[in-house]
T-cell receptor, first 114, second 118 residues
């Protein structure tokens, strides 16, 4: 089974703190994604990556950055956390090959910024 | 630009009713992929189906069926004889054809919350 593991399930951080959300996948997937999920807004794409050291902005990249130093690991960084970044963050991965490009999700990380 | 619209925010049905969840998409790609995911109250996202843009054949899986129509850019999902366990949020998603010719940037609709009452 594909496994996408997010390091923290629940976090509480203070405004202005630097926050790291870590994600690891064990299926040698090329593509990795970070989404945030908010009520009524669905899943919104923050950043994605199709290779090591490659990153592409999604629809809402402001206030976030990412790092992909190894194929299996994709980190989301909140440089200076703000209360409007309180949300659930979902990491996902997929193969780039069209016939196998189903996205697999982690369990999510609930971040509260106070 | 890609876009996925799920116009139905919430739907409430009584058990055994049929229900259709609508999904309309926008893309400039000729090759793309469409998905449906289910998110039950437990929170995990469960993959239901993937369709590529060259395959307009409708699909049936048990009580679930999907109607893909390129002419109207729609990929609708029907649950027949709904059950309480179908209560969940359902997301439609669109993946473009990335630089290597495979699925790449994937965006989701806002989701439709389905309530099935006993």
């Amino acid at each position: 089974d594909v496994k996408v593991t997010q390091s923290s399930r629940y976090l509480v951080k203070r405004t202005g703190e630097k926050v790291f959300l870590e994600c690891v996948q064990d299926m040698d997937h090329e593509n990795m994604f970070w989404y945030r999920q908010d009520p009524g807004l669905g899943l919104r794409l923050i950043y994605f990556s199709y290779d090591v050291k490659m990153k592409e902005k999604g629809d809402i990249p402001e206030g976030y950055s990412v790092s992909r130093e190894k194929k299996e690991r994709f980190s989301l960084i909140l440089e200076s956390a703000s209360t409007n970044q309180t949300s659930m963050y979902l990491c996902a991965s997929s193969f780039y090959v069209g016939g196998r490009n189903t996205i697999y999700f982690g369990e999510g990380s609930w971040l509260t910024v106070v | 630009a890609q876009k996925v619209t799920q116009a139905q925010t919430e739907i409430s049905v009584v058990e055994k009713e049929d229900v259709t969840l609508d999904c309309v998409y926008e893309t400039r790609d000729t090759t793309y992929y469409l998905f449906w995911y289910k998110q039950p109250p437990s929170g995990e996202l469960v993959f239901l189906i993937r369709r590529n843009s060259f395959d307009e054949q409708n699909e049936i899986s048990g009580r679930y069926s999907w109607n893909f129509q390129k002419s109207t850019s729609s990929f609708n999902f029907t649950i027949t004889a709904s059950q309480v366990v179908d209560s969940a949020v359902y997301f439609c998603a669109l993946s473009d054809n990335g630089p290597r010719g495979g699925g790449f940037k994937t965006i989701f609709g806002a989701g439709t919350r389905l309530f099935v009452k006993a």
